[in-house]
């Protein structure tokens, strides 16, 4: 399996402009998971879904992240607009279910954002 | 709310030394613990999970422990390599949830 597949590599923006990051989850995996990391405040979890539905959106910084998952092997993470201070490292990360032996968690190599 | 800690915040070390890596946590109503491996520009790999009911985990030069009742792990690294140069973060997973919560990490550099 090709693992955690993350696109964009780098984004560069403007302010104001719409962001959309992409993830293909690991093949299998039930779970999946966007986090944001920032010198400042670390890994942060935005939102995660279990089999394609939302579960918990609560670290979702504002209205302006939205999350889809349209299917079981891709994702999206959308800002609209963008604003400097979402410039961050966002990964995407899957995993099986708590009942299966290998509960670790895979993480993709992240989109390195910044918004000028 | 769970919090979690990681000390040192950064480690340099000579090759060939063994090395202690510590996290704690504040609630220890934990389901498991998982230890990550980031190198610079990339994601993080898990290289070690400790269910709740365990005491440690080992692979390879990795050896990690599970104090609950303390909230306490440590990972030790035995016969440290360059390429052991790394952050390490530590992520406690709280029951019945599926949110882990990252510790702030540990910034190792092993020189040869």
């Known amino acids: 399996d090709a693992g955690v597949i993350q696109s964009p590599r780098h984004e560069v923006t403007e302010m104001g402009q719409e962001v959309t990051l992409r993830c293909k989850p690991i093949?299998?995996?039930?779970?999946l998971f966007w986090y944001r990391q920032t010198m400042m405040r670390g890994l942060e979890l935005l939102i995660y879904?279990?089999?394609?539905?939302?579960?918990?959106d609560s670290g979702m910084p504002e209205d302006r992240f939205s999350a889809k998952m349209p299917n079981a092997s891709f994702s999206t993470l959308k800002i609209q607009p963008s604003e400097p201070r979402d410039s961050a490292v966002y990964f995407c990360a899957s995993r099986a279910g708590l009942n299966r032996v290998n509960e670790k968690l895979f993480f993709g190599s992240g989109t390195q954002l910044s918004v000028l | 709310k769970q919090e979690v800690t990681q000390i040192p915040a950064a480690l340099s070390v000579p090759e060939g030394e063994n090395l202690v890596l510590n996290c704690s946590f504040t609630?220890?109503?934990?389901?498991?613990l998982q230890w990550f491996r980031q190198d610079p520009g990339k994601g993080l790999t898990s290289l070690l999970l400790?269910?709740?009911?365990?005491r440690e985990q080992t692979s390879g030069r990795l050896n990690a422990s599970l104090d609950k009742s303390s909230g306490r792990s440590t990972l030790y690294i035995a016969a440290s390599q360059p390429g052991d140069s790394a952050t390490y973060l530590c992520?406690?997973?709280?029951?019945?949830?599926?949110?882990?919560?990252f510790g702030t990490g540990t910034r190792l550099l092993v020189s040869p």
């Open positions: 879904f279990n089999n394609n539905v939302p579960i918990d």
């Open positions: 609630d220890s109503a934990i389901y498991n």
């Open positions: 400790i269910q709740s009911s365990q």
């Open positions: 093949s299998g995996h039930d779970y």
């Open positions: 992520a406690v997973g709280p029951t019945g949830f599926q949110k882990l919560v």
